[in-house]
C-alpha cells in the first residue's frame, strides 16, 4: 500500500455524516443498560481508490471475546485513557498501527450496548486526514486489516441478513474486504449506510444462517446477533 496525500481536508459529506451520526438513534437491541463495561470502537474513513472506505481489523480466533469476527478498532477503555476517544484512538494504533496522530475526530456516537461480551461501547468517528501504510498490530489479537470501500458495503450483491440457527434472531451482514461482517459491527454499518445517503435497495429477505465455524470460533450459539 502506497502512502497517501497528506493532511487531506474533511470531505462535506462525511462531516454531514458526522453531524447525523452524533444524533442517530440508538436501535433497540442495543439500548444500553446499567452496568456495562465501558468500551470504544474508532469508525475511521479514508479515502481510497475505490472512493471512501472504512477501515476494519479481523479479530484473532484465541481472543476471549468476540474472537474471529471482523470488528472496527477498539476495546476496553482504561483509566489512563481518560475517555473514549482517547481509549478508541490508542487501541487502533495498538491493533492496526493507525497513528493517531493523523486521525481527526468529528463526532463521538450514542453509547451501543453489546448483551453477549457486556461492553457498553461508544463508537468514535474519525476522518485519516494522513493515511499511512496499516496492518496488524498484536497478531494475537488482529490477523488482518483491511481498508473496505463504503461502495463495496452498499453493493446490494454484497449485503445479506445473516441469522443465529439456534434462536432464529436476524440482523444485518455483509460479505465485503474478504470478510463475512456481521453481529455488533454490521449494524452500525448498516445505520450508517442509511445516514450517509450510501443505502440502496437490497434483498433483505436474503437470509442466510452464519456459518457454524464462524459461532464456535465467536463463543456464540444462541443471543441476539450483536
Keep these: 500500500m502506497t502512502e497517501a496525500r497528506r493532511d487531506e481536508e474533511v470531505p462535506g459529506w462525511l462531516t454531514t455524516l458526522a453531524q447525523a451520526a452524533a444524533d442517530m438513534p440508538v436501535p433497540a437491541v442495543l439500548q444500553p443498560i446499567p452496568g456495562g463495561r465501558p468500551a470504544a470502537v474508532l469508525i475511521l474513513f479514508g479515502v481510497g ?18 474472537a474471529g469476527q471482523p470488528a472496527f478498532p477498539g476495546g476496553a477503555i482504561d483509566a489512563s485513557d481518560g475517555g473514549p476517544v482517547q481509549a ?4 487502533a494504533a495498538e491493533e492496526a498501527r493507525v497513528d493517531p496522530a493523523g486521525v481527526q475526530v468529528l463526532a463521538v456516537l450514542p453509547e451501543l ?24 498490530g498484536d497478531p494475537v489479537e488482529v490477523t488482518a486489516v483491511a481498508r473496505v470501500a ?7 450483491a454484497h449485503r445479506l441478513t445473516a441469522r443465529m440457527p439456534s434462536s432464529g434472531i436476524v440482523g444485518p451482514a455483509f460479505r465485503a474486504g ?10 452500525v454499518v448498516d ?8 443505502e440502496v435497495p437490497w434483498d433483505a429477505g436474503r437470509v ?14 444462541k443471543g441476539p446477533v450483536a
Excluded at 478508541?88 to 487501541?91: D, G, S, T, V
Excluded at 474478504?178 to 449494524?187: E, N
Excluded at 445505520?191 to 450510501?198: E, K, M, P, S
Excluded at 442466510?208 to 450459539?221: F, N, Q, S
Design 191 to 198: 445505520r450508517l449506510l442509511a445516514l450517509g445517503g450510501w
Design 150 to 156: 463504503v461502495a463495496e458495503l452498499a453493493d446490494p
Design 49 to 66: 481508490a475505490k472512493g471512501p472506505d472504512l477501515l476494519l481489523v479481523q479479530r484473532g480466533p484465541r481472543l476471549r471475546r468476540h
Design 178 to 187: 474478504g470478510m463475512l461482517v456481521w453481529g455488533f459491527t454490521a449494524m
Design 88 to 91: 478508541a484512538l490508542r487501541e
Design 113 to 136: 450496548f453489546i448483551q453477549r461480551s457486556g461492553f457498553t461501547v461508544t463508537p468514535v468517528l474519525g476522518w485519516w486526514r494522513r493515511q499511512a501504510p496499516v496492518g496488524p
Design 208 to 221: 442466510e444462517d452464519l456459518p457454524a465455524e464462524i459461532l464456535i470460533a465467536a463463543g456464540r450459539d
